[in-house]
């Protein structure tokens, strides 16, 4: 049996849920290359959720510590890097390193607990995996591999293929759209300094957090929390409706292993503007406009003007840009992880 772990499941609305959703689909799909029996570890509220002709087997607390009935696995996926469900040896682990935000996010004396979390999970597991090589030389940088060889597979595009859905409230007017839980590794807070001598809106979809005090702080220094709207959690079909109707997709964050709303706005070929780092000038590429380093306001403003005029008149390929986010597949991801199960089954 191989076994993957959706247990980060239980928080919706986040990118650690949409991976898992994306990849227990594609893997059901084709579970007909693997060599075993597939099974996904889920919240019990999820049982079923990918179809009953693939295994289920339920979260429970106790296997934080220990993990009974595992005489039948072979392989144990697990699906972020700060798991707490160790599979017992000699199942073998495979392991999916998201980020290491944490040495972006935290101050240096607090990163060294991370660290230590991040080293026993690399010793433990039998093959490694990032989901950018930006995160993948992190590991390198800062990890004792031993030796493990580390490949990145990277994460897929969301095609959304349900009917796309308006809010109850429509922005009234041009809006600029951006989507995460609103924590201080998103930068939010930078972005309505961009509002000022223009009438731009500007929405932030994603769980909230007291970080939105000082996204809103920003925005009454500048004059505009009239036009600045933390609206929290959205659905899907209400996410799309967004990135489908906005005037630009921002994406300031200082700490991104990937990024996954950059490609599905370029799908819609939006104009894209995104911090330079971690993960999402590898993610975007030529397709996107960059902010400086500093997040100086005057500058952005500057960079987002003169990046709304280079699209606007014909500076980005469109097609380019589909093609680039049509590049990230999670069909292709999941064949990917079929062909590693298959390899620790030999």
């Known amino acids: 049996m191989v076994i993957f ?10 990118g650690l849920s949409v991976f898992c959703d994306n990849v227990a689909k594609s893997l059901t799909r084709q579970k007909a290359a693997l060599r075993d029996q597939l099974c996904f570890f889920v919240p019990k509220t999820l049982r079923g959720r990918w179809g009953d002709d693939v295994l289920y087997k339920t979260v429970t607390p106790v296997y ?40 972006y996010e935290k101050p240096s004396y607090k990163q060294e607990k991370y660290l230590n979390l991040i080293q026993k999970r690399v010793d433990r597991a039998d093959h490694i995996v990032t989901i950018s090589e930006s995160t993948r030389m992190d590991l390198l940088n800062n990890v004792d591999l031993k030796g493990k060889y580390v490949e990145v597979v990277y994460n897929g595009l969301n095609q959304f293929d349900g009917d796309i859905e308006a809010p109850i409230r429509k922005p009234a007017g041009k809006f600029l759209f951006t989507i995460g839980t609103v924590l201080p590794k998103k930068n939010f807070h930078v972005l309505p300094a961009l509002l000022k001598d223009n009438d731009y809106l500007l929405v932030i979809a994603g769980n909230k957090s007291p970080y939105e005090e000082k996204i809103m702080e920003e925005a009454k220094k500048w004059g505009v929390e009239s036009r600045v709207f933390i ?21 300031p964050s200082v700490a991104e292993g990937f990024g996954l ?44 003007r003169q990046g709304m005029s280079i699209f606007e008149n ?29 390899e620790l089954l030999r």
């Open 64 to 103: 934080k510590l220990f993990m009974p009935g595992m005489s039948d696995v072979k392989i144990w996926h697990s699906a972020h890097q700060q798991t707490r469900y160790i599979p017992p040896k000699p199942v073998k682990q495979v392991l999916t390193v998201h980020d290491l935000n944490f040495l």
């Open 231 to 251: 609206i929290g959690p959205v659905t899907e079909a209400v996410k799309f409706w967004y990135i489908k109707n906005c005037s630009a997709f921002m994406f």
């Open 261 to 304: 709303p950059v490609i599905e706005a370029m799908y819609y070929q939006k104009p894209i503007f995104l911090s330079d780092r971690t993960a999402l000038p590898e993610i975007g590429g030529n397709n996107a406009f960059y902010f400086d380093h500093d997040f100086d306001p005057d500058k952005m403003r500057a960079q987002f």
């Open 5 to 14: 772990d959706c247990e980060r499941m239980k928080h919706l609305n986040t």
């Open 314 to 342: 014909g500076g980005i390929d469109l097609e380019a840009m589909r093609n680039h986010a049509l590049s990230f597949s999670w069909e292709r991801t999941a064949r990917r992880y079929i062909e590693i199960y298959n």
